[in-house]
């Protein structure tokens, strides 16, 4: 029987493809380790293992064979192996992350997949060891960076936080200083005025056409000081006004505003006209305010040769509505289109367009107390748009 040459043919072939099989065993990247599944549902000892694994660990073939994978498993991670080896049992694979021992001590992070399957009626565990070393150390210097990151993000935060506490308590004490200021400048102002018109009243006789004409320049210049002092007081209480935002329809704010400014429109035979207007969440009494003094002055900054026309608009877009209050009057030249929005600056003097250069102040401050923005586009000599967003809350 034994020189059968149909046996002979069969155990050459069968050779054949167990060379094949080591071949491709031995010559894999990750470890591969074959056990008998033990009584106790804990995996026995090694009946197979491949090359890698004999080198990356360092026992002989012949210790594995002796060896269970308690024995490779790093003593403080031995305590994870009753409940890997439960979930084995329960679903036939399990995939877990263990740390190795090699025989001289070294400590290597593994990912290990493992499968049960059986041949020969007898329970085998197959387990797929990938050394994960490298993956172990960039996740480390990823959370240590993340953790760079957030403490610098906390300590960027802190520093912004207190950045605007410091800017909250000097706009505060600004404000104050500024309502204080044209409190307490008001009175002795009206002194100058009052002694000023009795010096002209109790020594008519003797004061020459000169004297009467600097006397004059003098209560000119004092009105106006009292007008930009009263400019500032409401410059100043412009965050007073804020209140709860609520539901505001600006249609309905913008036509209390035109019957505020019926005089001054009737008179220059102003054409205002507008778009269906939406419904924010804002303040009336600021809204109406900035309409105001837009609309004003584009009444104020006509052109002498047309017709005034003034048309308001609001267009929807991704957070914010954006409103614009367009003329066709004198316009404003490119060069001044981002300064006319200071305290007090002003492109024209007082003889030519009464005023103090503070309404846009003020309707910058209003836009941006509801958090929005404020700019003009313009072409000189024929007319200027006003746009001012407001967040879609
Ligand atoms: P004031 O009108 O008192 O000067 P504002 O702050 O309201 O103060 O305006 C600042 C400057 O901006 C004005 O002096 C004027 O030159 C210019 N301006 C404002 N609105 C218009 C407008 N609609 N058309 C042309 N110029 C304007």
New binding site residues.
């Given amino acids: 029987m034994k020189n059968d040459p149909i046996r002979r043919l069969l155990e050459a072939e069968l050779k054949e493809v167990e060379a094949k099989y080591r071949k491709v065993f031995n010559n894999a990247n990750d470890m591969i380790g074959l056990n008998l599944m033990g009584e106790n549902g804990l995996p026995g000892k090694f009946i197979d293992i491949n090359k890698i694994g004999i080198e990356r660990l360092g026992y002989s073939y012949d210790e594995f064979l002796d060896m269970t994978p308690a024995d490779i498993i790093a003593p403080d991670k031995r305590s994870e192996i009753a409940g890997n080896a439960i979930e084995l049992s329960k679903k036939g694979h399990a995939t877990f992350e263990i740390i190795h021992q090699t025989k001289s001590g070294k400590r290597i992070p593994v990912e290990v997949n493992n499968h049960l399957f059986e041949l020969d009626g007898k329970k085998i565990a197959l387990a797929i060891s990938r050394d994960i070393t490298e993956r172990k150390k960039a996740e480390k210097a990823l959370k240590k960076s993340n953790e760079n990151l957030e403490l610098k993000v906390k300590e960027r935060t802190s520093e912004l936080e207190e950045v605007i506490i410091e800017l909250k308590n000097s706009n505060e004490e600004l404000e104050q200083f500024a309502h204080v200021a044209s409190h307490d400048l008001r009175e002795p102002l009206r002194m100058i005025t009052s002694f000023l018109q009795l010096l002209e009243k109790r020594y008519k006789d003797q004061l020459d056409d000169d004297a009467y004409e600097f006397i004059e320049f003098a209560v000119d210049g004092a009105k106006r000081l009292d007008n930009m002092i009263n400019d500032l007081l409401e410059y100043s209480q412009v965050k007073s006004m804020v209140r709860e935002f609520v539901q505001v329809d600006t249609e309905k704010v913008l036509d209390d505003t035109l019957l505020n400014l019926k005089v001054p429109i009737d008179e220059n035979n102003a054409i205002i006209t507008h778009d269906p207007l939406p419904k924010i969440i804002g303040d009336n009494e600021m809204l109406m305010q900035l309409f105001q ?2 609309i004003s ?2 009444i ?2 006509r052109s002498d040769n047309k017709s005034l026309k003034v048309h308001i608009s609001a267009r929807e877009e991704e957070n914010q509505y954006c409103f614009s209050v367009k ?1 066709n ?4 030249s490119s060069d ?1 289109l981002e300064c ?1 929005f200071t305290i007090f ?4 003097t007082n003889e030519e ?1 009464k ?7 003020i309707a910058q401050k209003i836009v941006h107390q509801f958090g929005g923005q404020i700019w003009a586009e ?1 072409e000189k000599g024929e007319g ?1 748009i ?1 746009y001012f967003t407001i967040p879609n809350r």
């Fill in positions: 003094n837009l002055n584009s104020k900054y003329d009057g004198i316009g404003i001044h006319i600056q002003r492109l024209h367009y005023g103090t250069g503070i309404g846009l102040a313009s200027s006003f």
